[in-house]
């Protein structure tokens, strides 16, 4: 089956600064990555997300790369604010019934 | 866009008794769903798919007698926690896949308590 692995596992960051957290994936037949924020005691919302046919995905300041060759993807949170501090979670899939999420990364933005 | 509703959102409940937690998709019809369960500070665990209608398929390790699913509509299923035990307690979330798409939306959880 598919192994996601993500890191790192704990991030700090000063307001304003740059965030990237990093996924690996195993199964090649993989091809769509979800990212997913929570918030202490919700469940996960979905932030972005990318298929197998595109490289790059931008949504103001929050972008994911996603390199098929490696097998990983990454998001990238630029122009951090404390409202981003919460925890993220890649995700892969090959089938809508075949869903392997990261371990998760706990971003906190200090101001 | 769509969205999942999860009731209740927090429960305590006895050691013994059962307890059911329904997810909802509100703007959609959700022919399948997915049960997780997330201890803390970990990762969402699948512990089982629902389809509606039929059975739910349910991941190596999980007890099918003790977490009953039910999809008996194309928008509501439920989550059955029976003779609940201390360590049951966890957060529970489910989520549903919007038709002909591969976004997931999740629901907000639920965290189970069993004192």
């Known amino acids: 089956g598919e192994n996601v692995e993500q890191h790192p596992s704990t991030l700090s960051v000063q307001e304003g600064d740059s965030a990237v957290i990093k996924c690996t994936y195993s199964?090649?037949?993989?091809?769509?990555f979800p990212w997913y924020k929570q918030e202490l005691g919700k469940g996960p919302q979905l932030i972005i997300d990318?298929?197998?046919?595109?490289g790059e995905k931008k949504d103001q300041r929050i972008a994911v790369t996603l390199n098929k060759t490696a097998k990983h993807f990454s998001l990238h949170i630029t122009e951090t604010q404390p409202e981003d501090s919460a925890v993220y979670f890649c995700?892969?899939?090959?089938?809508?019934?075949?869903?392997?999420f990261g371990t998760g990364t706990s971003l906190t933005v200090i101001p | 866009g769509a969205v999942v509703s999860q009731h209740p959102s927090r429960v305590i409940c006895k050691s013994g008794t059962s307890v059911k937690i329904e997810c909802r998709s509100l703007?959609?019809?959700?022919?399948?769903m997915f049960w997780y369960r997330q201890f803390p500070k970990q990762s969402l665990m699948l512990m089982a798919t629902?389809?509606?209608?039929?059975?739910?398929?349910?991941e190596q390790g999980v007890e099918k007698d003790k977490f009953l699913i039910n999809h008996a509509s194309l928008t509501l299923s439920t989550l059955t926690v029976t003779s609940a035990h201390p360590e049951d307690s966890s957060f529970y979330i489910c989520?549903?896949?919007?038709?002909?798409?591969?976004?997931?939306?999740f629901g907000s959880g639920t965290r189970l308590t069993v004192v």
């Open positions: 989520s549903a896949r919007v038709s002909s798409f591969y976004g997931y939306t």
């Open positions: 199964d090649s037949a993989s091809n769509y």
């Open positions: 990318i298929r197998s046919n595109v």
């Open positions: 995700a892969a899939s090959k089938s809508s019934n075949q869903f392997y």
């Open positions: 703007d959609f019809q959700a022919t399948t």
């Open positions: 629902s389809n509606e209608g039929s059975k739910a398929t349910y």
